[in-house]
């Protein structure tokens, strides 16, 4: 017990996903004999790891170590395969009919990292406001699988209707709740589903799973930082299949699926730290480990979705902090000249795109530096001649495009609210990728929002800065900032024009 709040931690959703069923959908436990140590966290899910030669400027050190707080994994737990098991914090001492509402967190980490147990994420701090502020809610986070366990492609992976493991993961984990919510006093016609860049594009792929048919496991969504990743098909990544399965020594095997059951876990691991990933260059675009179109959890490539796809008919809360691109930039930072970015874009983030559209980008976003992000800094934070250009591109191309489409397609029919973090400043970096969750897990007034829209569908109370739902007339955004005026409502407009062009290319031109 901590406060007014209980934990227990640990508990295994599904089966180990171990032996034979490595590589196979989840099988959602359905019953428990014994006692389960719920004191604990759980066993972390195997991460990946990378190398990056990038060298970082010293003078953005300091707040990288700050930012290590909400992205370092928890030191103290062991990785597994064993790794399917859930957290719950819950008011202490409530009774088991007390039918509380339940936020349901999905971690980030570019599907190649993060878990339940990162000491960022425990979920104390927004029950015990959410009791404060007399709204109280259950929170529940889940693991799921990472990188070559969550996520391979190929055609094999394919065709046996594996794809997306990761995200069957965190469906089976809704499906738990919703048989085992009750017994912890929640309520599970209550869920809402919230998570942040890889958990927030896992939201919003759940939103359009069965052609939006939420099966009634949630009936609102909370996205910071991720909607639809600019990816194609799962046999796309057939190379990196072929490698997994060379580098384990499956290559002769007939069945090499079945073969990369057997080898030793490290061994996965280690195919997978030699692979592609988002720390290194090519940054955002060069991680195989990533929803793609499987035909069955994911029907079409998901930027497809968010053009024609189904979603469910639920209110949802989305928005993204100023700098989203500045982090991950620092990767690309040997792009020094406009000849290399126009070569760049047009290889890895808009393959086969023509030469007008690359060029039509760089002139929508051109070489200034006091045009690029971090935003409003001036000519300061210009690490190399193409950074900030590079970073607002980004940040746009894979955040502020695909959201503002997402928000334009669906705010006619069904409540959204937009938000935009302007607070926590990183020295080089901004208001840059994740700075929104000190906030949210502080708690700060983002969890107040937060725990009312989860207990109310209405992020607004009695008092303070009404926050207006989102439409494409007035643009309505509530914007949090640091200074003066920590909270103001704002039109959504910022490179509204470059926004547009980059969703549309990245839709025709998907990598």
Not at 3 to 32: C, M, N, V, W
Not at 122 to 139: C, H, K, L, W, Y
Not at 170 to 176: F, G, S
Not at 251 to 266: N, Q, W, Y
Request: charged share 15%; aromatic share 12%; net charge neutral.
């Amino acid at each position: 017990m901590e406060g007014g709040t209980e934990k227990f931690l640990g508990i295994p959703y599904a089966q180990p996903p171990i032996g034979d069923l490595r590589l196979r959908l989840p099988q959602l436990r359905s019953s428990y004999s014994g006692t389960i140590n719920a004191t604990t966290y759980g066993d972390q899910c195997y991460q990946q790891s990378s190398s990056s030669s990038t060298s970082v400027p010293p003078q953005i050190v300091a707040g990288l170590v700050s930012m290590n707080a909400v992205f370092a994994a928890n030191p103290d737990v062991p990785y597994s395969e064993d790794c399917l098991n859930l957290n719950i914090i819950r008011p202490a001492n409530i009774s088991a009919d007390a039918q509380l509402p339940v936020l349901f967190w999905i971690y980030g980490g570019g599907f190649t990292k993060g878990s339940n147990a990162m000491l960022a994420y425990n979920g104390t701090a927004i029950v015990q406001r959410s009791i404060d502020i007399g709204e109280p809610v259950i929170f529940v986070a889940v693991n799921y699988r990472l990188h070559v366990f969550g996520f391979l492609g190929g055609k094999e992976v394919k065709d046996a209707g594996l794809g997306n493991l990761g995200l069957h993961d965190q469906r089976a984990a809704l499906r738990w709740v919703q048989n085992f919510i009750p017994s912890f006093g929640g309520d599970p016609s209550k869920v809402t589903i919230w998570g942040e860049s890889a958990g927030s594009s896992s939201v919003f792929l759940h939103m359009f799973a069965n052609n939006g048919n939420t099966e009634g496991l949630f009936r609102a969504a909370i996205m910071n930082s991720g909607t639809a990743t600019p990816t194609k098909d799962v046999t796309e990544v057939q190379g990196e299949y072929d490698f997994v399965v060379q580098q384990v020594g499956c290559s002769g095997a007939s069945d090499t699926l079945a073969c990369l059951r057997t080898v030793p876990a490290v061994s996965l691991v280690a195919a997978a730290n030699n692979s592609g990933s988002l720390n290194g260059y090519p940054a955002l675009g060069g991680s195989p480990f990533q929803p793609r179109a499987d035909g069955v959890f994911v029907s079409q490539p998901p930027r497809q979705l968010a053009v024609n796809g189904k979603a469910a008919n639920i209110p949802f809360i989305i928005g993204d902090v100023q700098d989203e691109g500045t982090l991950f930039s620092l990767f690309n930072m040997n792009i020094t000249t406009e000849e290399q970015l126009a070569n760049y874009l047009r290889t890895y983030w808009y393959p086969g795109a023509p030469s007008r559209d690359i060029q039509m980008v760089l002139k929508l976003y051109p070489a200034d530096p006091e045009a690029g992000s971090p935003f409003g800094t001036g000519s300061a934070n210009a690490f190399s001649p193409q950074y900030k250009r590079i970073a607002a591109i980004q940040g746009d191309s894979f955040f502020q495009a695909p959201r503002r489409n997402f928000l334009a397609r669906f705010s006619s029919r069904q409540a959204t609210y937009n938000f935009l973090s302007a607070r926590k400043f990183i020295e080089g970096l901004g208001y840059t990728h994740g700075t929104d969750l000190f906030n949210a897990f502080g708690p700060g007034d983002m969890t107040d929002y937060f725990i009312r829209f989860t207990h109310n569908l209405n992020p607004n109370g009695h008092s303070g800065v009404h926050w207006p739902p989102f439409n494409t007339h007035s643009r309505s955004t509530l914007q949090f900032n640091d200074g003066a005026t920590p909270l103001n409502v704002t039109r959504d407009t910022q490179r509204l024009e470059g926004t547009n062009v980059l969703f549309d290319l990245s839709v025709k031109f998907p990598y």
